[in-house]
């Protein structure tokens, strides 16, 4: 059975190791078993084949199919599936191990780093895949701006990617990486992307199958409903069980619940306490309660900007006030957030990085840190100039009253319960408060229209993308196009620490560096993290006998640094779907155990990541 865990403290349960590079021997497999499964009830996009069908309810909308342009959880959880990235990580403890690559060296000075391309994987349009799709791949994103929209920042220092030999990838840097054992970057097949004229157009999503060499080829896809994909049976590490992997978009959480509920669906992320709770006690339901990875943050306009030095969008002048910005922070009772809106399944914000990457974790010291304050804010407001007039209203040196939007996901709920929060508790100060939900957030954020929004991404076991998002190189180059910054946040001080924590691979040091960026983050005000939440989704054991958590103790399987969840996942046979007393068999594998067998030499883990939904940014 799935364990149920309560809240997480403060407290890390493991540390992520950063070691350095020297080799990782090759795997090992064992058999894996064939299951014969009862197949699970048909819906609207799913398989009617006859074969065992595993259906995940998704709540965002892909991006893109094209990984060079997709940024969504969703999509990259896609991508994860379709193409093998160099390495990949361990489900037990996320160490770096073979993906692509089976075995990795670096020169005495970290400037050269080679690598040996496995012989076993194979496109699935029956081409072996090799070093030089990789360089191309890489090569294409470091001469092609539009091929780096998505993961741009891996290859920027890169100086030279050669393939001298089908096995063999050699990568040339500028200047040390840290993140050689983490380019979490899909490699696609050469054959077919350099057909492709135009990056920024070409989405992926026309022609199918589309060819890969990961565990799943992607079969079909409708915008807004579903993408469907079959096992690839070549797959190195051996095929998945199930005979086709649906993902089923529910624009409602709620319909997505009665769709578990009903046999519909296989599997529900993002549930709400309430209906966690409602589903404990559901026949053949299985909840999984676990320690996030990601954080939920109020971002602050900080006054949107491109590369150019032009500014746009519509933001309220008073925020680009730090007296301001500290004033909101001291006005936002966390710990009634996380007993109120999350029911206790979270951990109150602190620094930008989740306690479950305890190596990274930071924390503000008393004299720092900014609790539920509301006199010191409206104090702080006084001393600014920002005085009540005869209607209570906040009001600056220019007559404006300080009255803010919130951009608002319209299917998140925990959104809408946080605004009205808001609302009170800045209402109490004199500020008044817009709730703005939308569909789709993108639009108005892109364009800099908003004053305040909530915010949130997963975090992986590296946190270097998370923290790229918020320097300047990743503004928009001009006022037109759409850069990977996560709120036009450009400051000197935090990009300096960037570049080194990016160059550190010493690992004591690297985390002191990003524990620095966090605290200069947490000072400028532009970003409040205000709870770290629970991982809260649900199964149904009738469909799926056994899947597999990341990390394997008390871990989540929606968004996984890996593809260990759907890979893994074991049909439940037909006498167990039917009552059977094989009820004990149902439950999450503990890492991978006997499928693969994996041996790794020393190597750097380090990995990246992603958008959430109304866990995503968007």
Known sequence: MVTKVPPRPAVSRRLPRLLLAAGVAATTLMAVPQVTAQAAPAAEGD????????TVAVSQSVDSLSP?????????????????????YDAEDARAIPGLATAWTSSPDKLTWTYTIRED?????GKKATAEDAAWTFNKMMTDPNAATANGSFTSNFKKVTAPDPRTLVIELKKPQATMTALDVPIVPKHVWEKVGDFSKFNNDQQFPIVGNGPFVITDFKVDQYIKMKPNKGFWRGAPKFDELVFKYYKDGDAAVAALQKGEVSFVSNLTPAQAAALKSAENIEVNDAPGRRFFALATNPGARSKDGKTFGNGHPALLDPAVRKALFLAVDRTTIVDKVFQGHAVEGEGYIPPRFGSYF????????????????????????????????RVGKNGRPLDFRILCHATDPNDKAVG???????????????????????DPWTKGDYDLAFDGWSVNPDPDYVLSIHTCGTLPATPKDTGATDNFICDKQFDTLYAQQSAEYD????????KQMQSRLYDTGYMNIMAYPNALEAYRSDQIKSITTMPAAAGNLWGQDGYWSWWSAVPTPASTAAGSDSESSNGVILGIGAAVVVVVGIGVFLGMRRRTTADDRE
């Open 420 to 442: 009205k929060y808001l609302q009170e508790w800045w209402g109490e100060l004199g500020i008044g408060l817009k709730v703005e939900c939308l569909d789709n957030v993108g």
């Open 47 to 54: 398989a009617k084949s006859g074969g065992t069908t595993l």
């Open 68 to 88: 060079f342009l997709a940024q969504k959880l969703v999509s990259t959880s896609i991508h994860r599936l379709a193409y093998e990235y160099l390495t990949n």
């Open 507 to 514: 690992a004591a040091k690297r985390a002191d560096l990003v």
């Open 362 to 393: 930071w924390k503000p010291g008393a004299e720092q840190k900014l609790g539920y304050d509301p006199a010191r804010a409206a104090q702080l407001l006084d001393q600014a100039g920002y005085k009540k007039n005869g209607e209570g209203k």
């Open 121 to 125: 994987s194979t496109w699935s349009d």
